[in-house]
């Protein structure tokens, strides 16, 4: 859909709620340089804005969230939009629907319905169910959102509209500085170590037999993301912990993460708006639409899973899952801790 996409980009939104029955303006402005740095900061008042209230910070395997920062699995950054990858097989399988097109901050974008509220990262099928639950979202030529507005109950929530777009900035690695996890992992704050990319973890392990075309490793890393539970029995058998391959290509990424639950729980439940796909040795499967980043997933059983994510068509993301290979496993060499900036 997109016409080109930025390696990186900075919008400045107005953006106005009406959660509490008044009409509340803020002002939100974006850094993003791909695939894995994104920079939120929202301010008082309308643009440029009065005083900032929060700035919420991601990086490789990074989060600050402004209270504190975390050790997260690796990913792109989850708060860009990647419509050149996957808005067309959406739009095909029924995700979203085209619209109007529009002129804002001088430049030309079409909006895009999608069901559901704007923070959900699965899209949900467009029917009648989601009548009156909806988001629109109106994207430019290089894909970015220019404007996006929220209906809940068929009644405006939220509207968000860049008044500052800038597609080739100057961003200084200030801006995307995360400092270092400062909880431990009981406490909720997450590990992620680099481990050597030859070894595996015991037991069956699934591996691609070439890496994705044009694609190279960024490495092979031992994930415990964030989570609650650890001193409590009733809880300790939905722990998660994982292990996750990451390719990269200029600013496309793809992850294949494949772990268990501590006590053989399921990490997650089969979801109604997902399309049931068969993938390869793996079983049956589900393939989830985002217009961020879309994903397969498997379970296993016994609360083993295999999960690939990424930046990429969801086709590409499917025949990735389906090319795996089930190989011996065998013991993790760990080799240290991983910057936030691979």
């Not at 390696?7 to 850094?31: D, H, K």
């Not at 920062?69 to 097989?89: C, G, K, S, Y």
């Not at 029917?127 to 629109?136: G, Q, V």
């Not at 690939?308 to 993790?332: F, Q």
Request: proline content about 7%; glycine content about 10%; overall charge negative.
């Amino acid at each position: 859909m997109a016409a080109h996409v930025p390696a990186a980009y900075r919008l400045v939104y107005r953006v106005e709620s009406r959660a509490g029955g008044e009409v509340v303006v803020s002002t939100e402005r974006v850094w993003v340089r791909r695939p894995f740095e994104a920079r939120i900061e929202s301010w008082t008042g309308a643009p440029p804005g009065r005083r900032r209230t929060n700035t919420t910070i991601s990086a490789f395997t990074r989060i600050n969230t402004g209270n504190a920062v975390f050790a997260v699995p690796p990913a792109p950054a989850p708060q860009d939009f990647r419509v050149d990858a996957a808005l067309d097989e959406a739009r095909r399988a029924g995700y979203v629907e085209p619209r109007e097109r529009r002129r804002v901050a001088g430049r030309v974008c079409r909006v895009y319905r999608r069901g559901g509220e704007t923070g959900s990262g699965t899209l949900v099928r467009l029917d009648d169910e989601t009548a009156d639950e909806y988001t629109d979202t109106c994207f430019d030529a290089a894909g970015l959102p220019l404007e996006e507005v929220t209906f809940v109950d068929g009644k405006l929530l939220t509207r968000s509209v860049a008044v500052d777009v800038d597609e080739d900035p100057d961003l200084e690695d200030r801006l995307f500085r995360v400092g270092d996890p400062e909880l431990e992992v009981r406490q909720g704050g997450g590990s992620v170590l680099r481990v050597d990319p030859d070894s595996r973890p015991p037991g069956d392990f699934w591996e691609l037999p070439e890496e994705p075309r044009g694609f190279e490793r960024t490495g092979r890393y031992a994930v415990i993301p964030p989570q609650a539970g650890f001193d409590d029995p009733t809880q300790r058998a939905s722990i998660i912990t994982f292990v996750s391959d990451v390719w990269a290509r200029r600013d496309e990424v793809i992850v294949v993460e494949q772990g268990a639950t501590l006590g053989g729980r399921d990490p997650f439940q089969a979801d109604p708006n997902s399309r049931r796909v068969g993938v390869g040795e793996l079983g049956r499967g589900e393939l989830l639409y985002g217009l961020r980043t879309s994903e397969v997933r498997v379970l296993l059983g016994g609360g083993h899973f295999v999960r690939v994510h990424g930046t990429v068509e969801p086709s590409r993301l499917l025949a990735v899952a389906r090319s795996l290979e089930k190989v011996e496993g065998g013991n993790l060499v760990y080799l240290d801790e991983v910057p936030s900036n691979p």
